[in-house]
C-alpha cells in the first residue's frame, strides 16, 4: 500500500514533464545569406568648431 502512494505522486510527474515541449520534427529556420561587402569609401574629416580649432594651433 505504502509503495502504490509513493508511486503515484512520482507518475503524475513523470506525465506531467512527458507533456511539455515542441510536438514535432524538428525544423530548422532558413539559412540567411550575408549580403555582399559593400566597398568601403573615405568619409570626409569632420568640421572643427572654430574654438576648438584656435586652441590646437597654438594661438590665445
Known amino acids: 500500500m505504502r509503495r502504490s502512494l509513493l508511486l503515484l505522486p512520482l507518475a503524475l510527474?513523470?506525465?506531467?514533464?512527458?507533456?511539455?515541449g515542441?510536438?514535432?520534427?524538428?525544423?530548422?529556420?532558413?539559412?540567411?545569406?550575408?549580403?555582399?561587402?559593400?566597398?568601403?569609401?573615405?568619409?570626409?574629416?569632420p568640421a572643427m568648431p572654430a574654438s576648438v580649432a584656435a586652441d590646437a594651433s597654438g594661438e590665445h
Not at 510527474?13 to 511539455?20: K, Q
Open 13 to 20: 510527474v513523470v506525465a506531467l514533464l512527458a507533456g511539455c
Open 22 to 45: 515542441n510536438k514535432g520534427p524538428l525544423v530548422l529556420p532558413p539559412a540567411r545569406t550575408a549580403p555582399p561587402p559593400t566597398p568601403a569609401t573615405s568619409a570626409p574629416a
